[in-house]
């Protein structure tokens, strides 16, 4: 899992500390993309009235985003 969440934070997806309303996912992916929050907030509450599988998205990016200032353990061989 380490692994996975240090992809997401070499690729700047994070969950910031601040500005974020449940989990910071969709603060972490504006930021990622710069956009407005709101937009991506709103894109979400579309998303999840459709059918579809986007709090599931939601919820597999909340586990693998790492939370901003995350640091991978160190590895002991």
Excluded: K
Aim: aromatic share 10%.
């Amino acid at each position: 899992m380490d692994g996975i969440r240090g992809a997401f934070a070499r690729a700047g997806l994070v969950r910031p500390q601040n500005g974020r309303w449940l989990a910071g996912v969709c603060a972490g992916v504006a930021a990622r993309t710069g956009i407005d929050a709101w937009m991506v907030r709103l894109a979400l509450l579309l998303l999840t009235i459709l059918p579809g599988s986007a709090v599931v998205v939601y919820a597999v990016l909340w586990f693998c985003m790492p939370p901003q200032g995350w640091v991978p353990p160190a590895r002991t061989h």
